[in-house]
């Protein structure tokens, strides 16, 4: 995936093999801790910045 490129909830949820309810609600809170983004409507989806991908594990953990 390309920085900037969204992806759906669907999409994550085949790509490591888990549940589609257990994906959503974490990348809901990534999302809610600003760790992650997301976009509303048909072009919408989860992405990640430049400052995103770049920051410590720490702060993600």
């Known amino acids: 995936m390309e920085l900037g490129e969204k992806s759906g909830i669907k999409e994550i949820a085949e790509f490591i ?3 589609e309810h257990t ?3 974490m990348l809901q809170m990534l999302v809610r801790e600003e760790v ?3 976009a509303k409507g048909p072009n919408g989806g ?3 910045t430049a400052k995103q991908q770049n920051q410590a594990i ?3 953990v």
């Open 23 to 25: 994906v959503g609600k």
């Open 46 to 48: 989860f992405y990640i």
């Open 58 to 60: 720490i702060n993600i």
């Open 36 to 38: 992650i983004n997301s």
């Open 17 to 19: 093999d888990a549940s």
